[in-house]
């Protein structure tokens, strides 16, 4: 179902796709990755993150940031987007009531997501996919309790492995990081493996 989302001052693109499970268990929002570098919501690593949510029996809404695809509005260095995501976090809450929500973000998309979902006490769960450890600061992640799954390709050239490891010491307990060997930023060649985490992390949360 192709909508459109009422955002601060911006109209926001989306889609939501429905589980084959029914009714649903809860219901996950995506953020795609930059929208300087060609970042949308039709972006296959969260496109693949979005089926693994149905897959688990959730909801699964992927958005445009402003300014992307029929989204209006312009970029906004992260601070507009945290309002985007505020705004699709609220509107699958209306549409989807009473179910637990969970947070995905995959890049940029992590940055701007997570934060939002540290704060938001309706965002029971979290998933970060390539945290860009290199281009932001992460450290709002040790304040959160909230069970959360970080996934990263081993060969991740916007997040260097030791800044990772480094920060996933640092990391509650209830983080859990996953290296994917051999995978990219973008987990090229590893799509399925990604999935296949994001799938099982979902299915054995208690929602």
């Known amino acids: 179902m192709t909508t459109m989302i009422a955002g601060r001052g911006v109209k926001l693109e989306a889609v939501l796709r429905h589980p084959q499970q ?14 300087v570098h060609g970042g949308t919501m039709n972006n296959r690593v969260i496109f693949r ?4 949510a149905n897959e688990a029996g959730l909801l ?21 987007e945290q309002e985007d995501v505020q705004a699709a ?16 973000g995959f890049s940029f998309g992590a940055w701007v ?3 939002v979902a540290c704060r938001d006490p309706e965002i029971v769960a979290m998933i970060g996919l390539g945290l860009p ?10 304040e959160n309790y909230k069970p959360s799954l970080f996934i990263v390709g081993s060969e991740d ?13 640092r990391l509650p307990s209830y983080s859990d990081a996953i290296w994917i060997e051999g995978a990219d930023h973008f987990f090229a060649n590893q799509l399925d493996q ?14």
């Open 22 to 35: 029914r009714p649903p268990r809860g219901a996950a929002v995506l953020c795609h990755p930059h929208p």
């Open 113 to 115: 997501g997570l934060q």
């Open 89 to 104: 976090v609220e509107w699958l809450g209306g549409e989807a009531p009473g179910l637990p929500l969970v947070l995905i």
């Open 49 to 52: 993150s979005g089926r693994a």
């Open 60 to 80: 699964a809404l992927r958005f445009n940031f402003r300014g992307v695809g029929a989204s209006s509005g312009q970029y906004d260095q992260g601070t507009g």
């Open 133 to 142: 450890l290199n281009s932001y600061n992460f450290d709002f992640l040790l």
């Open 157 to 169: 050239e916007f997040c260097p492995r030791e800044k990772m490891e480094r920060l996933s010491r």
């Open 194 to 207: 990604m999935q296949g985490h994001i799938r099982r992390f979902l299915q054995d949360l208690y929602l």
